[in-house]
Each structure stands twice: as C-alpha cells, then as structure tokens.
C-alpha cells in the first residue's frame, strides 16, 4: 500500500505547480499575473506547512505509521512553493533589483517575517535526509522545530498583508494554532 501511497502524494503535490505553469503558458492568469503567482504560490505553501504539520497527529489519531513516512516529503514541497513564491517576488516583481528588495525587507513586516520564515526554511531542507537525522541524533528534532516558528510567521506574513484579518488569513491563524497545540503534553503540564 505505502508502495503506491508515497508516489500517489508526490504527483498530488505537483498539481498546484502544474496548473500555475499552465496558467503561465496559456495566458491565463488575468489582470495581474504576477499578484497571481504570488498568492497562488503563497497560499500553497502555507497549505503545505500546515499539511506538514497534520502529519504527526494523525498518526496518533489513527495508529497509522504512513502519515510519517510522507512528512519529508511534504516538508520539501514547503521549500519548493516558498521558493517559487520568493522567485516570483525577486525575479518577476523586482527584477533582480536588490536595493528596492532590500528596502522591502528592512521597511515592510509582512516581507521581513516572509523572508525570515524563507530562510529558516534553508537549515531544516539541507538536513531533511535520512543521513543527517542519523548525524544530529537528538538535535535533529530540536532543528526541526523550527516548522513551528516558520508557521507561526508565515501565518503573521498573510494577516500583516491583508487588508483585514477575515476570511483566509484569519482560517490559517486558527488551523495553524489548533495545529500547534496539539504538539503540547497537557498530562505532562498538569502532571507537574
Ligand atoms: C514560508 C514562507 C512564506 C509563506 C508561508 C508565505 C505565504 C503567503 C501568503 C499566504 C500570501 C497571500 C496569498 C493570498 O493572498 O492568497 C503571500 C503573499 C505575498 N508574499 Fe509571501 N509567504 C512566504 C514567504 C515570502 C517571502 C520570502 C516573500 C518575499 C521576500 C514574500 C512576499 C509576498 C508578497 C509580496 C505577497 C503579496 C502581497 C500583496 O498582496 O501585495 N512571501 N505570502
């Protein structure tokens, strides 16, 4: 089963990215293509984090090791829309322009907690393999942590950016918060 499970979420995560490149290709992204990419590859990575982050409770829901097996894999794809997303800000919006991009980043919070979560992305891809959770031993998973502060920020990124806190920005607040608080031992909290 896990055999035809694992291939079956990867095409499944390629979709997003197949149908924005169609959307490229076949000119169909409408008045302002490059707002387009940006909030499609935007809102599909933040999707992304929080499928990540579902992986571990339902494996404790259901008893089912799979869910883990699959994590990485959507981990990766985290860093694969969050970097297509910061491509199309960098490449697309300003090309290439580092000064105005830089001024962005100092001037604007939205951008800061963006670029802020991009990198601490970078630490938790290059040790995502099998080898180097092997080589880190117990600091690997405190590494890896790190998804919950890049959450938290890319969830403070959309309401900073939007205009009003309803309706997406506030849905991924919440998801993200209920996420993240079924992370916490309460037994071990009250038991102290
Ligand atoms: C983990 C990292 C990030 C996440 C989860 C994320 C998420 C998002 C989301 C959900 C949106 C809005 C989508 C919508 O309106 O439907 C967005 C928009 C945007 N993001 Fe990000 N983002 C991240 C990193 C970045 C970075 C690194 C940059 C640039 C340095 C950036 C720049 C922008 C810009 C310019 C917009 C559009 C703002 C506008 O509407 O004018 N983001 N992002």
Redesign the pocket.
Known sequence: MIKYFKPSIFILSTIPFLFITYKIFFNKLGPEPV?EI??FT??W??IF?CLTLSMSPLQKFTNLNNWIKIRRMLGLF?FFY?SL??LT??GI?YRFSWQP?LD??VKKK??FV??A??IL?IPLTITSSQKMMLLLKQNWKKLHRLIYV?AI??SL??IW??KTIYF?PLF?FVLITVLLSLRINFKRIFEK
């Open positions: 707002k940006t909030h935007g809102e990575t933040l984090i985290v969050a997303h910061l800000y960098v919006d991009i962005d980043v939205y951008i963006g670029f979560a991009w992305l890049i920020l890319g990124h959309f950016l939007s997406k991924y």
